[in-house]
Structures are given as C-alpha cells and as structure tokens.
C-alpha cells in the first residue's frame, strides 16, 4: 500500500504522540497531534481551529462538543471532546498566552495572527514519526488515519466509520483503514471449526 499509512503499533502510537512532552517539549505540537488522533479532524480543519471552537468564554470552560463545518465536504461535522482532549486541551491553554476566542488554537510561531501551515504541521509530525522510527508513509493524514484504524480495532463497524469521516463511498474507508495481509491472515486463524 503506497501512500499514507496509520500507526497501528500501540507502543510506538505513545511514543509518536508524547515526542513533543519527553524530547522535545512544545505544548502547541503535542496538542495538535492529539487533538487531530482523537477528532480525525482533516489537518486543514484542525489548523483552521480558533479558540472560540473549544472554549465557551461564557461559561469559561472547554465546550462539550467541537462544530465546524469542513473545508473539504462542506459539510457539518460534530465531534465530542473526549478525555485525552480535554485534559491536552486544557493544560495547553493554561501554558498560552493567545486564548482570546478569535486566536487560532494553532498558531504560527513567526506570525502569531495566522494559523500554522500545513507545510509546518506536516514537518512537525515528520519529526515526531521519525524519531520513533517512522520514516516512511507517515503524514498529517496519518492522525486522521490512525484514529479509524484503532477505532475498527476496538469493534467500530466500518460503516460507522465511514460515517464518522463523511466519506462518499464505504471503499473509501476501507483504504483508510490499511487493512493489511497479516491482520487478514489473523481473522481465518482464529477461525477453527
């Protein structure tokens, strides 16, 4: 399989998501990576992202839900803010300075009033992949991959999936997936009739 994979290993999934607390501490990265393994949000609507989509300034507390509408689809998508998010998210605006609604919850370090680039994103997980041993075929899409596939892993149906996603076609999502020839292997394995 060309293209994109997940990270499928367990241990190495810490080790790639905890790169910017253990080696190379930015809170910024650490809690974009995980925001974008726990969403599966596309890194264009992750980097569009501004403080008023988790945070309610009324209430002053994180949001129950994030709504955006996706660049890509257009459409309306809903997601719960769970527990690893919660606690990233709020460690995170504790260590920043720019959490006024209208900031970008991921800025960029050299103009603080625009969003990090995709291209900036995509070397901070490259870095992150790398030192865990991930040299190849790991890119934002990994996040957004590697959520479906621990997803399937823990018993969500496919069709479930492709949901999650808006994906168009259920062949789509099978591809997310990276279903690979051992993991097949293992289901007539198990099988013993």
């Given amino acids: 399989m060309s293209g994109t ?9 810490e080790k790639f998501k905890n790169y910017y607390v253990n080696i190379h501490p930015n809170y910024r990265n650490y809690t ?16 569009a992202m501004r403080w008023r989509d988790v945070w309610n300034n009324d209430m ?19 997601v719960p803010i769970n527990k690893s998010a919660q606690r ?3 460690a995170y605006r504790n260590s920043s300075d720019r959490t006024a609604p209208d900031n970008y919850l ?3 370090m050299r103009n603080k009033a625009l969003p990090l680039s995709r291209y900036q994103a ?18 934002c899409h990994s996040l957004r991959k590697t959520f479906g596939y621990h997803a399937w892993k823990q018993g969500t149906p496919p069709a479930m999936l492709m949901e999650l996603y808006n994906h168009s076609s259920y062949g789509i999502t099978k591809r997310y ?8 292997d293992s289901v007539y394995m198990k099988i013993d009739l």
């Fill in 177 to 184: 997936l990276g279903i690979e020839q051992d993991e097949k």
């Fill in 5 to 13: 994979y997940p990270i499928k290993n367990k241990n190495t999934l």
């Fill in 106 to 108: 991921f800025p960029s």
């Fill in 60 to 78: 002053n507390c994180l949001r129950s839900h994030i709504c955006l509408e996706e660049h890509k689809t257009g459409k309306k998508r809903t």
């Fill in 88 to 90: 990233v998210l709020l």
């Fill in 32 to 47: 974009m990576i995980v925001i974008g393994l726990n969403t599966a949000f596309r890194i264009s609507d992750l980097l």
């Fill in 122 to 139: 995509y070397r901070i997980i490259k870095t992150a992949a790398s030192a865990c041993g991930l040299y190849e075929h790991i890119s």
